[in-house]
């Protein structure tokens, strides 16, 4: 055997007795692996945080909330109908009539042309899914109207001092109703009336209400 085989033999042998290192792993795929597993465990925290999930549902409760808005009162409902009433007149003046009012009184069982001012305060109650009277027939008469109140506890006497508020029936004795639409701080009563002058129009009354007797709370 020749001398340079004897020394590659022994280096050979050499490298034998020597213990195999510890493999690391690299550091792009140790790295990578960190990384994903941090963002795995990141995700099913969030999803397991019950402080997490509270917050976005509180969250989009609020949203909705917002975009619904505020739930209106029966008489709010009716007042918003009746205001996009305004100008509604009669044709021709003075006749208790036109296509419009006649639409007011199918609120009103056996209704027929006349003085509307009752017609169309229950139009306006029946819009607002409040329809006057114990079977919501509606009413054509106001002393009608102050009566079914007054039995059903919906009365407040102008003469109490409480001050009525947008959606309640305003009632000057048997002769005339309307609708508040707002009470100022001085206790200026703003209305929207049908019959008012020929037509559905807005009045502004004294703290009094220029004499009003009650007022009617539609809910």
Not at 36 to 56: I, K, R
Request: aromatic share 6%; charged share 15%; glycine share 12%.
């Amino acid at each position: 055997m020749s001398v340079e085989n004897v020394m590659a033999r022994i280096a050979e042998l050499h490298q034998g007795l020597v213990p195999p290192s510890t493999l690391a792993p690299t550091t792009t795929g140790g790295t990578q692996f960190a990384s994903l597993l941090s963002d795995q465990t990141a995700s099913a925290t969030a999803t397991l945080d019950p402080s997490a999930t509270a917050a976005t549902a509180t969250t989009a409760a609020t949203g909705a909330t917002a975009a619904t808005g505020t739930a209106q009162t029966a008489g709010q409902r009716a007042l918003a109908f009746a205001e996009q009433e305004v100008g509604q007149a009669e044709q021709p003046p003075g006749s208790n009539d036109s296509p419009r009012i006649a639409e007011y009184r199918t609120a009103t069982a056996g209704s027929g042309i006349g003085p509307w001012c009752a017609y169309f305060v229950s139009w306006a109650a029946k819009q607002a899914g409040a329809p006057l009277g114990e079977a919501g027939q509606g009413f054509g008469s106001v002393s009608a109207v102050a009566s079914w109140a007054q039995r059903t506890g919906r009365w407040n006497p102008a003469a109490s001092g409480q001050p009525p508020q947008a959606g309640d029936l305003i009632v000057w004795g048997g002769q005339h109703i309307g609708i508040v639409e707002s009470v100022d701080a001085d206790g200026k009563i703003h209305t929207v009336e049908g019959n008012s002058s020929n037509m559905v129009t807005r009045r502004t009354h004294d703290a009094s209400g220029d004499g009003a007797t009650g007022y009617v709370r539609l809910g």
